[in-house]
């Protein structure tokens, strides 16, 4: 089994910023993309942003220039630094892996999603 854990969400002011991190852990091999997203209540969840394995990275335009992908391979991390926050990111934000297991099979693992807050 695999399984993701995040954390760092919270409350914070506007303008302020917070940093979520997700955690991979299982019987894996390697894990090619990873991403993060979030969903409001009765919305699809969208796609914040994701990072491939080589690094590359692409964002949705409401957070272009305010959130920043990174990951840490040796950790099996990913991380969602978010600055400039409106109370529009108030949402739950899920991390997700795109993994290859051992027992070869490639699968989409979800964590369990970190409550964002965002208020005065």
């Known amino acids: 089994q695999v399984q993701l854990v995040e954390s760092g969400g919270g409350l914070v002011q506007p303008g302020g910023s917070l940093r979520l991190s997700c955690t991979v852990s299982g019987r894996l091999r390697t894990i090619n993309a990873m991403s993060w997203h979030r969903q409001a209540p009765g919305k699809q969840r969208e796609l914040v942003a994701a990072?491939?394995?080589?690094?590359?990275?692409n964002y949705a335009d409401s957070v272009k220039g305010r959130f920043t992908i990174s990951r840490d391979h040796a950790k099996n991390m990913v991380y969602l630094q978010m600055n400039s926050l409106t109370p529009e990111d108030t949402v739950v934000y899920y991390c997700?892996?795109?993994?290859?297991?051992?027992?070869?099979?490639?699968?989409?693992?979800w964590g369990q999603g970190t409550q964002v807050a965002v208020s005065s």
């Open positions: 990072i491939a394995s080589g690094g590359s990275a």
């Open positions: 997700n892996a795109n993994v290859l297991t051992l027992a070869w099979s490639r699968n989409d693992y």
